[in-house]
């Protein structure tokens, strides 16, 4: 059982690149999250889904898009990276009042 | 001000210590409650979750909510060095909802 699986590992990108992040779940979750991670901000929420077909912003979701392919895959594109964007990016999902689970995370940096 | 504030430490205790990792929080609505532990380059992992105000114990760690002063603890006894990591607490408004998390105390417990 592989639950959140993310792809890349690691990455990094010159100012102005364009990269998809992906995610999958494999627990037949209905919602899925993605957060980014920076020292002293805790997780901060960039977009979430609810369920298959929607999507919403965060807190933080300026310089990225996202697509909830279907109910397993959900992706986070930044379509012009800058270096504000260097952070750990994790995709959670959850069912229920159950707590997320959350893959291992994206390392980007932008130079 | 953050909805959820957390010391962001870093706490360091011999192993065999109670600790005491503490989080307030400013939103009355708020319901569920939770920490999440994570280890150095991996995602979070849900630890506790408790619904409303009291106590929850599981082995070693305990959760507590005070509703009444918006504050929510997680006690762990005997600590081991093995509980080195960062802990989150969060909190949301309703089922499914949502996940607010605070910046996370980093907590190292040596031998």
């Known amino acids: 059982n592989a639950g959140v699986t993310q792809t890349p590992k690691f990455q990094v990108l010159k100012t102005g690149q364009s990269m998809t992040l992906q995610c999958a779940q494999d627990m037949n979750h209905n919602s899925m999250y993605w957060y980014r991670q920076d020292p002293g901000m805790g997780l901060r929420l960039i977009y979430y889904?609810?369920?298959?077909?929607?999507?919403d912003k965060g807190e933080v979701p300026n310089g990225y898009n996202v697509s909830r392919l279907n109910k397993r895959e959900f992706s986070l594109r930044l379509e012009s990276a800058a270096p504000s964007q260097t952070s750990v990016y994790f995709c959670?999902?959850?069912?229920?009042?159950?707590?997320?689970?959350f893959g291992s995370g994206t390392r980007l940096t932008v130079v | 001000q953050k909805e959820v504030e957390q010391d962001p430490g870093p706490l360091s205790v011999p192993e065999g210590a109670i600790v005491s990792l503490n989080c307030t929080y400013s939103?009355?609505?708020?319901?569920?409650f939770m920490w999440y532990r994570q280890y150095s380059r991996k995602g979070p992992e849900l630890l506790m979750y408790t619904y409303s105000s009291g106590n929850k114990e599981d082995g070693r760690f305990t959760a507590q909510v005070d509703k009444s002063s918006k504050y929510i603890s997680l006690f762990i006894r005997d600590s081991q060095p093995s509980d080195s990591a960062t802990y989150l607490c969060a909190t949301h408004y309703n089922q499914g909802g949502k996940l607010i998390f605070g910046q996370g105390t980093e907590l190292s417990v040596k031998p």
């Open positions: 889904s609810a369920s298959e077909g929607t999507t």
């Open positions: 939103n009355s609505a708020f319901q569920y």
């Open positions: 959670a999902s959850t069912v229920g009042d159950y707590g997320y689970t």
